[in-house]
DNA sequence: CAGTATCCCAAGCGATACTG
DNA sequence: CAGTATCGCTTGGGATACTG
């Protein structure tokens, strides 16, 4: 077991930035390529003021940007978009979603199908070491003090 | 954009499952190898009440499981082990722990660091397709409806 | 359409004390 | 040591109404 700082762990500023579930909804929404306020208050199915709270949230920590758009003929609306920081949580999302597939989802299976955009073929994540192995399990792992480490308890 | 219907997407049910932020450092603390609960308690500074209930929700959700030990001339205690359901988990702490190790951590860098156990190379979590492309962006996948897909909303 | 303002109520936190 | 019991209090959800 590795004798590491609890506070220091990446893990825990990460969830306090991404927060709490509805946070988590809103985010996948907008890597569906949902953009609106309406359409992503229609599909959450979350109250308009925890869906207005979330979105100037994540605006504020930079994972979405709101952006002005005008359609021809219509007034501007707005929109949200993710950031690049906002885009490098995709793996966050497709993690939860591979175990999701696996352990909560109905018989049905997976609703949703990752493909590679150049050849059609799924798409999985997967962990991978500097020397191209590819790792199973966790069991696999050694985790190790790296630069930032400060050991406490 | 696709079409499908939020409901049935596994985020969701997955994130209904790991629910809060406090749900999140216990399975951190877990897959450190902290197996107990005053270690767990300790190290993230959390009610004992929340651990409790946490800890209470995860054996019930199946992720960890109660298991009885005995230290020689020590009397019966028990400690919370990642079940294979939990340790499956992994790859969705990595992405955190990447994400927040570039986005959340503070200028001395990562204070872990993940090995592979057999070479000691780094390990990193990375989407690979099926033809065997690395993809560098979520801008590289198209989501397409699976087996199990309902189209909605 | 895209929010903000307001209000009420339920859930959950945090502290302290107690039990096996 | 490993929890359970209780409690005051704050936070945040959910509904409704209003504004640009």
Known sequence: ???YDPATCAIGG???ILGDRPTFL???EAFMGVRRFGDMLRRT????????DRLAHLVAEGLLRK???RDAGQRTRHEYRLTA????LYPVL??????????????AGAPIL???RDCGEPVTLGLVCGARHELDSARDVTPLPGPGARKIA
Chains 1, 2 share one sequence.
């Open 14 to 16: 990460a969830v306090a």
């Open 114 to 116: 990752l493909t590679h």
């Open 67 to 69: 952006a002005a758009y």
């Open 1 to 3: 077991m590795l004798d």
């Open 85 to 88: 920081k906002g885009l490098d």
């Open 45 to 52: 199915a979350m109250p308009r003021q925890v869906l207005a």
């Open 26 to 28: 809103v985010l996948r």
């Open 94 to 107: 497709v993690a939860l979603m591979q175990w999701g597939d696996r352990y909560a989802a109905g018989s």
